[in-house]
């Protein structure tokens, strides 16, 4: 990942509202949500939703797809995997073990080995 990419997405996150949808879509997994359903939960009004929906696809975290007239958004896991990574590539100057990297299956560097384990 590219730092301009992660700083993007750290900057689209840094937002209260922003953090509040991510965070909701993680929740959901893959499945993801209907727009309005995100809304509702959050007690957001749909042209703000829609303005911070649109914040967090350009960072790159969620993606939208349309099932007819409705617009579903879920989060690009493979991006937040990225974004991790690159946060915690030189964890203990190249020896995670030190600070407990390791042991997370989120930051091995193949996380499918670990889909039981691992969310992100």
Known sequence: MEINNALAALQSLSH??????????????????????????????????????????????????????TQWYTVRFEQVRELLGYLVEDCCQGRPELCGMAADPCCAPNPAEHNDECHV
């Open 16 to 69: 209260k509202t922003r953090l509040l949808i991510f965070r909701l879509l993680v929740r959901q997994g893959p499945e993801g949500m209907m727009a309005g359903d995100i809304a509702t939960q959050l007690g957001v009004p749909a042209p703000t939703l829609s303005f911070h929906l649109n914040h967090l696809g350009h960072a790159g975290l969620i993606e939208r797809r349309r099932d007819g007239r």
